[in-house]
């Protein structure tokens, strides 16, 4: 799938980051996964599973969105995806936070 257009504010954007996780023993080849996830992310393998099916496998792994579009599209329930913290986004978060509580603190001292 392939979009035309970027939104224009996306450098003010914290875009997620996404693991994907592949059951390959579930998998029956059918390339939904591979043909709607939007960063392309995947493509079919050459492998077999038990089965005989080719399963999809990770090409891009640091594009993942968690989008989990993959996910719920699957018929077999044979791949999902979990969300990624980036390094240093807890410190970041938690300074918002007191920065935050600190602006709270000052307005209730004002009044
Ligand atoms: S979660 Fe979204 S971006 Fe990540 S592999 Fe699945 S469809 Fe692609
Ligand atoms: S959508 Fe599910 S069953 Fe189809 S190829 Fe992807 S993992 Fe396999």
Redo the contacts with the bound molecule.
């Keep these: 799938m392939k979009y035309w257009r970027k939104p224009l504010d996306l450098d003010q954007m914290k875009i997620p980051r996404g693991e994907v996780h592949?059951i390959a023993e579930r998998?029956?080849?059918?390339?939904?996964?591979?043909e709607y996830c939007p960063k392309d992310v995947l493509v079919m393998s050459e492998e077999f599973n038990r089965k005989g099916y080719h399963?999809?496998k990770v090409v891009k792994p640091g594009e993942c969105v968690n989008c989990n579009l993959?996910e719920m599209?699957?018929?077999?329930f044979?791949?999902f995806s979990v969300a990624v913290e980036e390094e240093g986004e807890d410190q970041a978060d938690a300074a918002t936070a007191g920065a935050i509580a600190e602006g709270e603190a000052t307005k209730e001292d004002s009044h």
């Design positions: 592949i998998c029956k080849g059918c390339g939904f996964c591979v399963p999809p993959c599209i699957c018929p077999d044979a791949i």
